[in-house]
């Protein structure tokens, strides 16, 4: 059975990059490859302190040659504009945060104008800036969105991944990191751990269990323990301690 394609409205913390240097200076910062976008393009990132512990998940999306806009979630914009700033030394960018109203559009099924690609970018989830939906589509509630989140494992930030967090833990390299593109603070860290096969200490993963489970419980499965970060029903993420 296929899923109903639903919407709600989501808060989303906004940053606009702009200025000659913004495309190189976000490059040098962020785990992804900025310097190749293109006009209209989005890729999700991370955003690193020097010692490879993450500082934010961050969308970014390239509305001109030399402006992107990144979104976070709702709270965690004032740490990665403070972050960001912190290293914009002697590079004309200028970085502005904003407090935005969008519309989630999730279990999608067919293509739906001005949107952009959310979570892992494979086409089931996106999300339109601005507070409007032209379209005839279900109003879901904030458990339905939650809940489609745990299911593609997207992690929260400060919920199911704080500061004290590695990229491993996170469950999202493989859309969040460029491993062809050039250095970034954190990268060591990143590139280390994938040339040795490392496993991180902490694994957020997908998993079902039992419908009386909550926040903050201990969890078996498959013969691993951890530690459950959020819960709708009986879809979870949980943070698995290393075998």
């Known amino acids: ?73 709702n709270g965690c914009g004032e740490a990665v504009l403070t972050r960001l700033n912190r290293f914009k030394i002697r590079v004309n960018v200028d970085l502005s945060l904003g407090h935005e109203s969008w519309v989630a559009v999730r279990n ?7 949107s952009i690609p959310a979570w892992r970018c494979d086409g089931t989830a996106v999300d339109i800036r601005g507070a409007e939906l032209n379209a005839e589509l279900t109003q879901g509630s904030f458990d339905d969105y939650e809940e489609a989140r745990i299911i593609a494992a997207w992690p929260t930030m400060n919920v199911d991944v704080t500061e004290t967090s590695i990229p491993a833990e996170t469950g999202i390299i493989d859309v969040a990191v460029s491993f062809t593109k050039g250095c970034y603070p954190g990268q060591e860290l990143v590139e280390r751990m994938d040339s040795r096969g490392s496993i991180a200490p902490r694994q957020l993963r997908y998993v079902v269990v039992s419908d009386r489970s909550v926040v903050g419980q201990e969890v078996e499965h498959e013969g691993r323990s951890g530690v459950v970060t959020s819960i709708r029903g009986i879809h979870a993420l949980v943070a698995f301690k290393r075998a």
């Open 1 to 73: 059975m296929v899923a109903e394609t639903f919407w709600v409205p989501l808060q989303r913390d906004v940053i606009t990059a702009s200025g000659s240097d913004a495309r190189s200076y976000l490059h040098s910062q962020l785990s992804q490859d900025i310097a190749s976008m293109r006009i209209g393009e989005t890729r999700q990132s991370l955003l690193l302190q020097p010692t490879g512990k993450l500082d934010g998940i961050i969308r970014v999306t390239c509305v001109e040659g030399e402006t992107f806009v990144l979104d976070v979630d």
């Open 108 to 114: 999608v099924q067919s293509p739906i104008s001005g």
